[in-house]
């Protein structure tokens, strides 16, 4: 089984891959923006409903990935209210690797508006006050005393999340199926692999490439993160 | 520029209700912890919205609840010094120094930063960080960054509170060079009469969210009835001239034509000195006293005493129009059976006076 790694990957399993990284970088940037804002929101502002976003934001951790996949197919898919809309002004997400994208991005929120949101509570709003008194309109006070505080736990959201993204297995066979070269990503390819007599070699290979992927994404965001921290903490 | 101020705002425990108003210069808020003195500063700053007031430099309104109009803080021109400095940790000394100065209008009058660097002598640290910096040095940095945001008002929430004596000494003349050079309205809250004496033109008293007494600092300090910190802690301000350094170390000062000396002073002759006299310092004789090693006799007249609870009791005295406090005993008022009308002699140490409790002006 092991003579598996010394093969070079065949076209479909490079297909796997490129796709994995371009799903997992789309779903990163594309909830980023949205992801910094829920954590202010969370932590800094008091609203009706705070909570009801709170537990919404959370659903993906608790729910098993399958409902989330098929509640995803049941709202995005052609027929479904979002879906059928969005088809009209031309965007599809079932079964595209766009709706790849949609599913790890919501099944990575809820871990990277955690990240965020414990940095932006350790952010003095003592601070933020003093950047008004000195004539800062507030989103400038956010651009310029927040956001260059919070860097470092955006940084390791945005990498937890991409982590999260590459590993989405349940929600995106649900949502998207596992079809090789539009929707089969690392997991679901590792899995197409394992099903078939004979598939375990590739699927060690694309296994060994998933635990270096994630490894260096950890390491990335562990040096990342430090350099900036050091700069924060003003030394 | 004057700053007048009327709010009320009610925290269900602890209510505000003031009226009070700032003429050019440096205004102490005076009171002890829990009067209310951050709090209001924080509303004039518009961090606190009141529940009703109003709020004006001259003509120019930042907050009136009547009509309705609330300036939130980053429209109000103000440079804030905070008591725990609150430089941005991310930021240089310089890029602390510019960020107000980047939202102010383009027209506005401002200070030059080498002017202000220079003043406050932190030319050196412009390239450093806040986290590299001591206590002493960040507020330095805190005042020059609120001086350039071109403000229209300064306010001071007990800016010398988490110094340590040396520091604060090193602080205090900055405020002072403030007070004297730049033409801004000052708000400082302090809870020292040391800081008071030293600094303050025109001082406002609070006491449980109200204001019982405002005036010229010399006066609301001379005034026996006006003790927020306890009559233990009283004090009154001396205007004085200087006269003469002596060989043997000692300044003599004129105050009201009387003879005052003190350890050495560093003021020329003929500049003009506060002297803050602590109430409990002063002793009190109804006839001269001989053979004492005290160097300070004053002639002065009683005006006022007032018994404590306690054993004490606060005499105050006048010489011509200026008011000297002396802290007492009961036993010792009637003892001597002093009374309002006559004339004794006050004694002070010269000793006794510290270095901090004499400055410019």
Do not use: C
């Amino acid at each position: 089984m092991l003579d598996g790694l010394t093969q070079p990957l065949s076209p479909a399993e490079w297909s796997a891959v490129a796709l994995s990284l371009r799903v997992s970088l789309w779903a990163t940037l594309v909830s980023l923006p949205l992801g910094v804002f829920t954590a202010y929101a969370l932590a800094r502002w008091r609203f009706p409903g705070r909570e009801l976003l709170n537990g919404l934001v959370h659903l993906p951790l608790i729910l098993p990935p399958v409902v989330t996949g098929y509640l995803l197919l049941l709202t995005f898919g052609t027929r479904g209210p979002v879906g059928g809309l969005l088809q009209e002004v031309g965007i599809v997400f079932a079964f595209r690797w766009t709706g790849a994208a949609l599913a790890a991005g919501i099944m990575a929120f809820p871990l990277m508006v955690r990240a965020i949101r414990l940095s932006v509570e350790a952010v003095d709003p003592k601070l933020e006050e003093a950047a008004a008194t000195l004539g800062a309109p507030r989103l400038w006070v956010f651009a310029t005393v927040t956001l260059p505080m919070i860097l470092p736990g955006v940084i390791a959201g945005a990498i937890l999340a991409f982590a999260k993204a590459m590993g989405e297995f349940g929600a995106t066979i649900t949502f998207v199926s596992n079809i090789p070269g539009q929707t089969q990503t690392l997991p679901s390819a590792i899995y197409a692999f394992l099903q078939v007599p004979g598939g375990e070699g590739a699927a060690l290979r694309l296994v060994l490439i998933s635990v270096v992927l994630a490894l260096s994404a950890l390491l990335a965001s562990e040096l990342l993160a430090r350099r900036v921290a050091k700069r924060v903490a003003g030394q | 520029m004057t700053l007048s101020v009327a709010l009320r705002h009610d925290f269900g425990s602890f209510a505000l209700d003031v009226g009070f108003e700032a003429p050019p210069g440096l205004t102490v808020l005076f009171g002890r912890s829990g009067s209310g003195k951050t709090t209001l500063v924080n509303a004039v700053a518009g961090l606190l919205r009141p529940d009703t007031g109003r709020i004006a430099v001259d003509d120019w309104v930042l907050l009136d609840s009547a009509a309705g109009r609330f300036l939130p803080p980053h429209r109000r021109r103000l440079g804030y010094i905070f008591q725990e400095g609150r430089l941005f940790p991310h930021l240089t000394v310089q890029q602390n120094l510019r960020y107000g100065g980047f939202f102010a209008p383009k027209g506005a009058k401002r200070e030059s930063e080498a002017r202000v660097v220079e003043m406050l002598g932190i030319g050196p640290l412009l390239a450093r960080r806040p986290g590299a910096l001591s206590g002493g040095e960040k507020s330095r940095v805190a005042i020059g960054r609120a001086l350039l945001a071109a403000p229209k008002l300064i306010l001071a929430d007990e800016p010398l509170a988490a110094l340590d004596e040396a520091r604060k000494a090193e602080i205090l003349p900055y405020f002072e060079r403030l007070r004297d050079e730049v033409e801004t309205p000052i708000l400082y809250v302090s809870h020292s009469a040391a800081e008071v004496a030293r600094l303050a033109t025109h001082v406002v008293v609070l006491q449980a969210g109200r204001v019982i007494r405002q005036g010229a600092a010399a006066e609301v300090l001379g005034d026996p009835e006006v003790t927020p910190l306890g009559a233990h802690a009283a004090g009154a301000l001396l205007e004085s001239r200087v006269v003469a350094h002596h060989a043997d170390g000692l300044s003599e000062l004129s105050v009201e034509g009387q003879r005052l000396l003190l350890p050495r002073v560093s003021a020329a002759p003929g500049q003009t000195l506060r002297v803050y006299v602590e109430a409990a310092d002063v002793m009190l004789a109804t006839r001269r006293p001989e053979h004492i090693s005290a160097l300070n006799l004053l002639e002065v007249e009683i005006r006022a005493i007032r018994r404590g609870d306690g054993p004490g009791a606060l005499v105050q005295l006048s010489m011509g129009r200026t008011a000297l406090l002396a802290r007492v005993t009961r036993r010792s008022v009637e003892g001597l059976g002093l009374a309002p009308g006559q004339r004794v002699f006050a004694v002070l140490k010269a000793v006794s006076v510290a270095k901090g409790n004499v400055a410019g002006r």
